[in-house]
């Protein structure tokens, strides 16, 4: 039997793949919402999976990449529920801003 941490990885690794696809493509809102959410919590899952395999291996600069894109994934979460205009005030606590210019970083006042 193989290692049920990568089986179950792997799923969610297809899940996120195939729902963040599926969001791209999607015209209405609440559904893309839904989509790029079941994504995002798939991804954080495997991301976990993944970091707890390698680190138990001795692998821990693999583990600690693993690591840091479930951070990353985990604090972009919630900003997947809504648009860029709904979402700024949540970016600008992160101290990022995003203007016309893009996303760059804002220092706090």
């Known amino acids: ?31 893309q919402a ?9 991804l954080v899952v495997a991301a ?8 138990r291996g ?3 600069a693999i583990a600690a990449g693993f690591f840091v894109f479930d951070m990353g ?6 900003e997947r529920a809504g648009t860029l205009a709904e979402t700024r005030p949540y970016l ?4 990022l801003d995003v203007g016309e210019g893009g996303l760059k970083e804002s220092t706090p006042k």
């Open 73 to 78: 994934e985990g604090v972009m979460l919630p």
């Open 1 to 31: 039997m193989k290692n049920p941490i990568i089986v179950l990885a792997t799923i969610c690794l297809a899940v996120g793949g195939v729902f963040g696809l599926l969001g791209a493509f999607v015209s209405r809102r609440n559904l």
């Open 34 to 42: 839904a989509c790029w959410g079941i994504d995002g919590v798939a």
């Open 48 to 55: 976990a999976l993944l970091a707890l395999k390698f680190s």
């Open 58 to 60: 001795g692998n821990d």
């Open 92 to 95: 600008r606590r992160l101290g």
